[in-house]
């Protein structure tokens, strides 16, 4: 079988897989966002953490809820990786200093995964697992409780109640991300990832080199970091690591954790608004730029374009043999398009129009199908500035499934779309313009500047790959990065739940003759073209910059 | 008695004992549970598919590795280390030194760096003289570092243009080394998941066990 025809066939099994997953899974996570029946286990959790599972909160609890969760959790996250030394199972790596830990604590609780050290070197099993592991599960759930809000701020009426933060985080850690993580870690295990507390063993080669071979709890945290959209490898090398992605097989299995939850989303949206048509027209605007970057990229890279590629006859640097050219451009475009970050291949050595797609889409905002949660809820927004759009070219006041889109509501959807796009900017800005900062830059002239807008969109889209030839390890980069995260995870969060609390308080207007409807091909287009022109009028200068640049110079 | 805390306070108890709570739950009891289960079901890859060759462990089929010849002087850092012509040779690697299992990644050379477009120059001529082949037929993943840098196979192509060298070097015949590369050629996964590759590390160890 040739290599294109192996490479379409594979993502035609992933969109198969993905489609059979659509409808159960969707209808799941609405139950689980829905019900108001407690498992047993969960009441005995609400009772420890002290929580009435049945009490609703108003938008400013909920939101007080999601940030103390969150600074608790870089705090403990903090302190365990400067506590490492004297604990379990840390394999007598060296201290990390005070601004790297920081930056990671909040790269894991911001669900970006952002890696300034490398994990094998850096990191001890008890911190992986009881640290950053957890962040993987706990953010994740963070992202999926923060779009149930929103969605109840559609499906509720004339109240100031968006649900209880606390059931909603217990409940998809338990009934969703634990147990489809337990079978793909074993799934995982089986396919050749390590799973077992070893540290280095040494052995000596065949040709009599000492190799020290690792070990780790790797496949239990694989499974999360890809389900989660989180991204951050075990390894140094991520999923291009033969023990985290050891085949063909464990690479599609990959894949598809990374975009099973985004993508079933719409669906949980739909049932939960009670129309599955808008779930469908969602789902198709995030598949749509799924399928077309997806295409684009793969195409960029069989092209291998760029002096040193086309010296190699195949654009080959930083990918394994195991996975060739489609299953790297397949895992490329899907981890950022999700705030994924982790990689099978290395971006900085992709072609100049291969990177520059990586990097375009995560200044999508990561919404197509973006993170778990956070994909969606970016979406929602994106939905209503579409329809608000609409409704100024027919001059009347725009609602959405029933709901207003007032000077309020649009106030906070604005606030949401600037927020990014702000910290990616002046970051890059800042950072071209310290000497020092530049000095940190691999490669030099356009892809250099590639190296460094790509460090600050991933940071503040929470994507978390990097074009990793630019040094990042440094008191400034670890710290302006570390603010980039975590503001463009909360900033976007906090303009969310404000957006959700006015929408639940609304009385619903029944539809008329002049509603747009929006679940129809004609929004589709809509919601499609005004993503392309919100990203596009926003960083086609940096794009221009870098990527195209050097694109058009090779 | 003293006033309760105030609100915002007593949220972050509750955050905290909440964090606690799932750290017991996800971060300890679900992976313990999922290492036991792979130990006992899974034992042999869960451990990292270690390799013997006479009993004793030579690596993982999983983990690339060098196939140099020993250094002049073991103790200087800046000799080059220089391919063992009895081997099939791997890719080259940015791990470390090379194929450093402790130290996995990838150069980060962008497209168009000028010095990976030397390095791609360098290795087509050494991998062509090295081989004995032309150096327009030289695959590309010869002349690339892999992403991990511990990429543990090669393209049929690579391994095919390396039997005559080695054929030579051991005194077997070239035919019987062809076949032994086809037996060691994996097809993709279900027939079309990822690529084709030839394992350097489970070749090389057949190599050595022909008489």
């Known amino acids: 079988m040739s290599s294109t025809l192996a490479g379409w066939m594979q993502a035609l099994a992933l969109v198969g897989a993905l489609a059979l997953c659509y409808r159960p899974l969707g209808d799941y996570i609405a139950r689980i966002l829905t019900t108001p029946r407690h498992l047993r286990a969960e009441r005995g959790i609400y009772k420890v953490i002290g929580v009435d599972g049945d009490a609703d909160q108003r938008w400013p609890v909920y939101l007080r809820s999601v940030l103390a969760f969150s600074a608790v959790s870089v705090l403990f996250l903090y302190g365990l990786i400067r506590l490492q030394g004297y604990l379990?199972?840390?394999?007598?790596?060296?201290?990390?200093?005070?601004?790297?830990?920081?930056?990671?604590?909040?790269?894991?609780?911001?669900?970006?995964?952002?890696?300034?050290?490398?994990?094998?070197?850096?990191?001890?099993?008890?911190v992986q697992m009881a640290g950053l592991a957890v962040q993987n599960f706990v953010s994740a759930a963070v992202g999926i409780a923060v779009v149930a809000a929103l969605i109840r701020g559609f499906t509720r009426n004339r109240t100031d109640r968006l649900g209880n933060f606390w059931v909603d985080l217990v409940r998809i850690n338990l009934r969703l991300l634990l147990p489809i993580s337990i079978v793909f870690a074993l799934v995982l295990a089986a396919s050749g990832v390590i799973q077992n507390f070893h540290g280095f063993h040494e052995v000596t080669n065949l040709a009599g080199d000492v190799q020290k071979i690792p070990g780790g709890p790797v496949a239990s945290q694989e499974v999360i970091k890809l389900l989660g959209t989180n991204g951050g490898g075990f390894f140094n090398a991520n999923s291009a690591h033969p023990f985290e992605n050891p085949n063909g097989f464990s690479n599609l299995v990959e894949v598809f954790l990374l975009l099973v939850i985004p993508f079933a989303l719409p669906r949980t949206f739909g049932r939960m608004v009670g129309d599955n048509r808008q779930g469908y027209a969602i789902v198709a605007v995030m598949g749509l730029f799924w399928v077309a970057s997806t295409a684009l990229l793969t195409f960029a890279e069989s092209?291998?374009?760029?002096?040193?590629?086309?010296?190699?006859?195949?654009?080959?640097?930083?990918?394994?043999?195991?996975?060739?050219?489609?299953?790297?451009?397949?895992f490329a475009a899907s981890t950022t398009l999700t705030s994924t970050g982790a990689v099978n291949s290395f971006h900085d050595s992709f072609t100049p129009f291969g990177g520059g797609i990586t990097v375009f889409n995560m200044m999508?905002?990561?919404?197509?199908?973006?993170?778990?949660?956070s994909g969606l809820y970016g979406m929602l927004v994106l939905a209503i500035v579409a329809v608000f759009v609409a409704g100024l070219m027919v001059g009347r006041t725009p609602e959405y499934l029933g709901k207003k889109l007032g000077g309020r509501e649009m106030k906070f959807a604005s606030l949401y779309i600037l927020t990014t796009p702000t910290i990616v900017l002046v970051g890059t800005g800042v950072a071209m313009a310290l000497p020092g900062e530049r000095a940190g830059m691999l490669n030099s002239g356009a892809h250099g500047f590639s190296e460094v807008l790509y460090a600050f969109t991933s940071a503040a889209n929470n994507n978390g790959s990097a074009f990793g030839g630019i040094t990042v390890n440094t008191d400034w980069y670890d710290t302006a990065l570390g603010l980039a995260m975590i503001f463009g995870r909360l900033l976007p969060i906090v303009f969310v739940l404000a957006l959700a609390g006015s929408l639940a308080q609304q009385q619903p207007v029944p539809a008329t003759p002049g509603t747009l409807p929006t679940h129809k091909p004609l929004f589709v287009g809509l919601l499609s073209g005004v993503i392309l022109i919100v990203v596009g009028l926003t960083y086609f200068p940096a794009l221009a910059l870098g990527p195209i640049a050097e694109g058009l110079t090779s | 008695m003293s006033k309760p805390l105030p609100a915002a306070v007593r949220t972050h108890f509750t955050a905290l004992r909440a964090l606690l709570v799932l750290t017991v739950i996800l971060g300890v009891a679900y992976p313990l549970l999922v290492t036991g289960i792979s130990q006992v079901a899974f034992s042999e890859k869960a451990n990292g598919s270690i390799v013997k060759a006479d009993g004793k462990e030579v690596g993982?089929?999983?983990?690339?590795?060098?196939?140099n010849l020993p250094k002049k002087n073991p103790d200087d850092p800046k000799e080059e280390a220089q391919p063992d012509p009895k081997w099939f040779q791997p890719r080259p690697s940015a791990a470390g030194t090379g194929y450093d299992a402790s130290s996995s990644g990838a150069s980060n050379q962008g497209p168009n760096s000028e010095d990976l477009l030397k390095a791609v120059n360098d290795r087509r001529a050494?991998?062509?003289?090295?081989?004995?082949?032309?150096?327009?037929?030289?695959?590309?993943d010869a002349l690339t570092a892999s992403g991990s840098g511990l990429d543990p196979d090669i393209s049929p192509a690579y391994a095919k243009e390396q039997v005559n060298r080695v054929a030579k070097e051991r005194g077997l015949?070239?035919?019987?080394?062809?076949?032994?590369?086809?037996?060691?050629?994996?097809?993709?996964?279900?027939?079309?998941?990822?690529n084709e590759a030839v394992n350097v590390v489970l070749l090389n160890k057949a190599l050595s066990e022909q008489k």
């Open chain 2, 173 to 194: 015949p070239a035919d019987m080394l062809n076949q032994l590369v086809d037996r060691y050629t994996e097809s993709r996964p279900l027939g079309f998941l990822g």
């Open chain 2, 126 to 140: 050494a991998v062509a003289a090295f081989d004995g082949v032309d150096p327009a037929s030289v695959p590309a």
């Open chain 2, 60 to 67: 993982s089929s999983l983990i690339g590795q060098n196939f």
């Open chain 1, 303 to 330: 092209q291998h374009s760029g002096s040193a590629l086309q010296a190699a006859g195949a654009a080959m640097e930083g990918k394994e043999q195991r996975f060739g050219i489609a299953a790297s451009g397949l």
């Open chain 1, 364 to 373: 999508l905002g990561e919404i197509a199908p973006g993170g778990t949660g």
């Open chain 1, 88 to 126: 379990l199972l840390n394999l007598g790596v060296p201290q990390m200093a005070g601004h790297q830990a920081w930056n990671t604590a909040i790269s894991f609780v911001a669900n970006t995964n952002w890696q300034s050290y490398g994990g094998e070197s850096a990191m001890g099993h008890l």
